[in-house]
Nanobody
Framework: VQLQASGGGSVQPGGSLQLSCAASGSIEGTVAMGWYRQAPGKQREPVAFITTSGATNYADSLRERFTISRDNGKRTVTLQMNSLKLDDTARYFC?????????????WGQGTLVTVSS
C-alpha cells in the first residue's frame, strides 16, 4: 500500500486546514486509515483513525476540533482540522492497516507538514 498525503501548510492560530491521504496499490491493509503526528522534539502520537465501516477513534485532546472521514470508493481519508493551535504544529503522517489497534504496524506515508504560527 502506498499512501500520499496532501494539504499541509501554514496557518494562523484559530484557522483551519484539511489534510487528505490517498491510498494506492493493494486493497489489503487499508481497512483502517488515519493519522499520526510528530511535533519537533516530541514523540509521534496518534491523531485520528477511521475504518471502512465508519468507526472512528480520536485522541481525546483533539476530538472536539478534528474530524476524520473517508471515501471508500476513492480510497481516501480526510482530516479536517479546526481552531488550530500552536501546539498542532507537526508533521502529519497518513497510516493504513488492518485494524485501528494495529494500524501503526501497517503502511506509512511520508507525511505532510502543518505549521501553526502567528
Amino acid at each position: 500500500v502506498q499512501l500520499q498525503a496532501s494539504g499541509g501548510g501554514s496557518v494562523q492560530p484559530g484557522g483551519s486546514l484539511q489534510l487528505s491521504c490517498a491510498a494506492s496499490g493493494s486493497i489489503e491493509g487499508t481497512v483502517a486509515m488515519g493519522w499520526y503526528r510528530q511535533a519537533p522534539g516530541k514523540q509521534r502520537e496518534p491523531v485520528a483513525f477511521i475504518t471502512t465501516s465508519g468507526a472512528t477513534n480520536y485522541a481525546d485532546s483533539l476530538r472536539e476540533r478534528f474530524t476524520i472521514s473517508r471515501d471508500n470508493g476513492k480510497r481516501t481519508v480526510t482530516l479536517q482540522m479546526n481552531s488550530l493551535k500552536l501546539d498542532d504544529t507537526a508533521r502529519y503522517f497518513c497510516v493504513a492497516g488492518n485494524t485501528i489497534a494495529s494500524v501503526h504496524k501497517g503502511s506509512w506515508g511520508q507525511g505532510t507538514l502543518v505549521t501553526v504560527s502567528s
